[in-house]
């Protein structure tokens, strides 16, 4: 063999590559990133048979599913906030990047997994766990990945319903873990930044008149799921 | 007969072409139909993964400008005969370099996935594919001893040309999206 150094080379990305290959795996991440959840988010996904086995992948899954969480988080890269709700089998999520873009979407849990659809053209596709929701949300004609932990209020999700010039209009809020806020406040042709929701009170002024904000969280069963 | 001692300058390419391009094709297929994970292993330190890779990242182009300049030196490019150190500066740099980019196509691949939501993530994946296939050729050009004399400086030329694009449409955009952070 002439020249054995360039294969030594590649030879060390290649270990170096599985090792950090292997962390990955070890560290859980791949709780959400079974086999199945690939195959369901490019096409979409078989009618179920009711006699039909569950999925082999859901077996190698460490975590149970919880029936009812809530989680709030940010976009990887931080341009956008998430907070995502679930119970019994449904679950509504809100991205919001606290300028223009934002959803509201809605749909039904299968094994932990999450394909939410808003009738806009925006999705939200991935799976959660009972310490993390990961997936790939597409609003606006923006696509974000995320991470995001579990939510205790006054952290998690709100919305309310305020009337602005007469008009009706919609606001949604999330509520970090950290405490900071992110909303927008949305008329008939308008998206603004939302005014300040005070998550323990429930309530913000909008356009001069208070208003309540309705938290959504799976937990507790508020909000219509 | 045996194959002719001196063959084409061409011929040797073939097979490490073929094995490069492989590669190139193999890391966009998974990266398309592995669900990407949105989280991969950090570095402690670190405000989230994309920053590790931003700054990653600027390291591998510093050692590639590196690479290009030794290289330019050894092909006798900067006025007279390059000094024995050159060479294994350019070895090493480039084993560096080599070293240091997988994490950060590791947290592409495993965290994120070939994506084509819009012009700069689309442009990111496919030079992101196509540079570990044009390094794999590289690697394999530089056992043979039978490949005409532009071979490698075009090959590696490429190389260096696709990492700098690789880290225009991602780091030098993340510095200038978000700020120079850690």
């Known amino acids: 063999m002439k020249h054995p150094g360039p294969l030594f080379t590649l030879l060390a990305g290649v270990v170096l590559a599985a090792g950090i ?50 989680y709030a988080g940010r976009v990887d890269g931080g341009g956008a906030s998430v907070a995502v709700s679930v119970r019994d089998g449904h679950a509504i999520a809100y991205v919001c990047d606290g300028k223009k873009v934002e959803a509201w979407l809605g749909g039904v849990t299968t094994d932990g997994r999450l394909d939410l659809k808003d009738g806009k053209g925006g999705t939200l596709v991935g799976g959660y766990d009972p310490a993390t929701v990961t997936g790939t949300v597409t609003a606006g004609g923006k696509t974000w990945h995320f991470t995001a932990p579990t939510a205790k209020k006054p952290a998690g999700l709100y919305r309310a319903t305020p009337k602005v010039r007469g008009k009706a209009a919609k606001v949604g809020w999330i509520v970090q873990s950290d405490g900071s806020q992110v909303g927008i406040l949305t008329t008939e042709d308008t998206s603004t930044d939302a005014p300040a929701l005070d998550p323990a ?18 937990l507790s069963g508020d909000g219509d799921f | 007969m045996t194959a002719p001692a001196t063959r084409s300058g061409t011929a040797g390419l073939l097979v490490p072409l073929l094995v490069g391009g492989v590669v190139a094709v193999v890391l966009g297929v998974y990266g398309s139909v592995h669900q990407p994970t949105g989280v991969a292993v950090n570095i402690a330190g670190f405000s989230s993964g994309q920053s590790v890779k931003a700054w990653l990242a600027s390291v591998v182009v510093l050692l590639a400008v590196v690479q290009l300049i030794s290289a330019l030196a050894m092909y006798g490019k900067l006025g007279g005969e390059a000094p024995s150190w050159v060479s294994p500066l350019h070895r090493w740099s480039g084993r560096l370099a080599f070293l240091v980019s997988i994490p950060v196509a590791m947290h592409c691949l495993y965290a994120l996935g070939f994506q084509s939501f819009d012009t700069r993530v689309l442009v990111h994946s496919l030079l992101g594919c196509f540079f570990y296939g044009i390094f794999v050729c590289k690697m394999l050009l530089l056992r043979r001893d039978d490949t005409a004399p532009w071979v490698l400086p075009v090959v590696g030329g490429l190389a260096f040309t696709v990492l700098v694009g690789l880290w225009l449409s991602a780091a030098l955009w993340f510095f200038t999206t978000f700020g120079v952070i850690f």
């Open chain 1, 21 to 70: 290959g292997i962390a990955n795996a070890a560290t859980g991440t791949t709780a959400t990133s079974g086999s199945a959840g690939a195959a369901s988010t490019s096409a979409p996904p078989p009618p179920p048979t009711s006699s039909a086995p569950p999925p082999p992948a859901s077996i190698a899954k460490p975590n149970p599913v919880p029936p009812r969480a809530d």
């Open chain 1, 201 to 218: 009170a429930g309530s913000a002024t909008v356009d001069g008149a208070p208003v309540t904000a309705e938290s959504i969280t799976g």
